[in-house]
């Protein structure tokens, strides 16, 4: 239920959006970001499997995205750095599990699991803190 109104708030907050807003996803440091992020799932995904290890592949795709926000802090929102730091620890933690004897079920629902609720609370409190100017704003970069 969350998730849906998380979904309608930002529909409708996307329509009374100014101009120019959304300029993040046109930048050139998004674009860099995103290719950067790609080729590291990629990479490692294929680097994990020949090492018969694909197991890892949820944690590491995880911790990726975790890296992805980390930069965003960098270059678009404060806002951002937690939510990286929350999935690096998501990737951690599926890591953890699988050298401490769980299988590929418990790496892929521990980092899942953590990498859900931190971008559910992330797009929540961006999209329903936005009333009113409460939400973070995104700096321009």
Excluded at 45 to 74: D, N, P
Excluded at 97 to 117: D, N, R
Aim: no cysteine; hydrophobic share 55%; charged share 10%.
């Amino acid at each position: 239920m969350a998730g849906v109104v998380i979904v309608a708030r930002s529909a409708r907050l996307r329509r009374s959006a100014p101009a120019g807003f959304g300029s993040m996803v046109g930048s050139r440091a998004y674009r860099f970001v995103v290719v950067l992020e790609v080729v590291a799932l990629l990479a490692g995904a294929a680097i994990l499997s020949a090492a018969g290890e694909s197991r890892y592949v949820a944690a590491w795709v995880t911790a990726a995205v975790g890296a992805h926000f980390l930069a965003f802090g960098r270059f678009f929102a404060v806002s951002f750095y937690w939510l990286g730091a929350a999935l690096l620890v998501g990737g951690v933690a599926g890591a953890v599990v699988g050298l401490s004897g769980g299988g590929k079920p418990g790496i892929e629902a521990t980092s899942g699991l953590v990498a859900a609720a931190s971008l559910l609370a992330a797009g929540g409190w961006r999209v329903l803190g936005a009333r009113g100017g409460r939400g973070p704003s995104l700096r321009s970069g």
